[in-house]
């Protein structure tokens, strides 16, 4: 199924952090109002067409940090085997983590992340951190590294200086399209966010990752992107109620792989 080409034009938006005004957001409104949802276990095709059950947890999980290390080691400390097939692997000589160039990820286990189940483990299929977020009554988001939880929105930051020689934060939220994951994502077999197979979702992606953006943004900024966000799905809605008159449902206002997904 055809994936939407990455240099499809988006709808962005700009507005001050409201809780601090040295901070500005630019924010993907056509990739937060798509109908993206994560498929893992129902139909996702896997990054790599050798590893279809695996998801995009080939790789392992690089940490953004110390502080992530140590605040998923908080709940790895709490997994069992019921619920974590590899927990003897994880708690052997090599551990659960493995160095990589100067960095730290989660350690690569029969071609997958550790804590990856098989789909036919009694204790859940998939993630077993994610897992345990249910046990614990917490939202997966929670429990996990930050990479994992995020993709596929992307945050990035980049100080803008403006020419009376002020500048501010940038900080934006869109896409985890292919070139996030660099060089290598071209060559990805397969991928979720602009692929009409995952654009099934009952919610738009504010809300349905509205914990994951909360997280990102912090309470404040998120009522007003989703302020935007309803703004920008009103106008979609009445392009569309305008019929063959109005204009055409351009790209920047609705994913493409939205409105194909509406042809599925």
Same mark, same amino acid.
């Given at each position: /199924?055809?994936?939407?080409? $990455?240099?499809?034009?988006?709808?962005?938006?700009?507005?001050?952090?409201?809780?601090?005004?040295?901070?500005?957001?630019?924010?993907?409104?056509?990739? !937060?109002?798509?109908?993206?949802?994560?498929?893992?276990?129902?139909?996702?095709?896997?990054? #790599?067409?050798?590893?279809?059950?695996? @998801?995009?947890?080939? !790789?392992?999980?690089?940490?953004?940090?110390?502080?992530?290390?140590?605040?998923?080691?908080?709940?790895?400390?709490?997994?069992?085997?019921?619920?974590?097939?590899?927990?003897?692997?994880?708690?052997?000589?090599?551990?659960?983590?493995?160095?990589?160039?100067?960095?730290?990820?989660?350690?690569?286990?029969?071609?997958?992340?550790?804590? !990856?189940?098989?789909?036919?483990?009694?204790?859940?299929?998939?993630?077993?951190?994610?897992? $345990?977020?249910?046990?614990? @009554?917490?939202?997966?988001?929670?429990?996990?590294?930050?990479?994992?939880?995020?993709?596929?929105?992307?945050?990035?930051?980049?100080?803008?200086?403006?020419?009376?020689?002020?500048?501010?934060?940038?900080?934006?939220?869109?896409? #985890?399209?292919?070139?996030?994951?660099?060089?290598?994502?071209?060559? $990805?077999?397969? #991928?979720?966010?602009?692929?009409?197979?995952?654009?099934?979702? +009952?919610?738009?992606?504010?809300?349905?990752?509205?914990?994951?953006?909360?997280?990102? /943004?912090?309470?404040?900024?998120?009522? +007003? !992107?989703?302020?935007?966000?309803?703004?920008?799905?009103?106008?979609?809605?009445?392009?569309?109620?305008?019929?063959?008159?109005?204009?055409?449902?351009?790209?920047? $206002?609705?994913?493409?792989?939205?409105?194909?997904?509406?042809?599925?």
């Amino acid at each position: /199924m055809t994936e939407t080409p $990455l240099d499809t034009p988006r709808t962005w938006v700009e507005f001050t952090n409201p809780d601090d005004p040295g901070e500005r957001f630019r924010c993907d409104l056509t990739w !937060l109002t798509s109908s993206w949802t994560c498929i893992f276990g129902r139909g996702c095709a896997g990054i #790599y067409a050798t590893a279809p059950d695996a @998801g995009c947890c080939t !790789l392992g999980a690089h940490f953004s940090g110390k502080k992530d290390l140590r605040h998923t080691a908080s709940f790895v400390e709490q997994l069992t085997p019921a619920r974590w097939e590899k927990y003897r692997k994880g708690h052997g000589k090599k551990g659960w983590t493995q160095p990589e160039d100067d960095a730290t990820k989660t350690r690569v286990v029969d071609g997958a992340c550790i804590f !990856l189940n098989s789909p036919d483990f009694a204790g859940g299929g998939g993630c077993a951190l994610h897992h $345990l977020a249910g046990d614990l @009554g917490l939202e997966p988001h929670e429990t996990k590294p930050d990479v994992c939880w995020q993709l596929p929105i992307r945050r990035t930051f980049r100080t803008v200086e403006l020419t009376d020689e002020t500048s501010y934060l940038e900080i934006s939220i869109g896409e #985890y399209d292919r070139r996030g994951w660099g060089p290598g994502g071209h060559d $990805l077999d397969w #991928y979720c966010s602009g692929n009409p197979e995952a654009h099934i979702g +009952v919610e738009p992606v504010y809300l349905g990752n509205q914990g994951e953006l909360v997280r990102l /943004m912090g309470r404040s900024a998120y009522d +007003v !992107l989703a302020g935007y966000c309803e703004a920008h799905l009103l106008q979609v809605a009445a392009t569309v109620a305008a019929g063959p008159a109005g204009r055409p449902l351009l790209p920047l $206002l609705v994913h493409p792989a939205t409105l194909a997904a509406e042809d599925l």
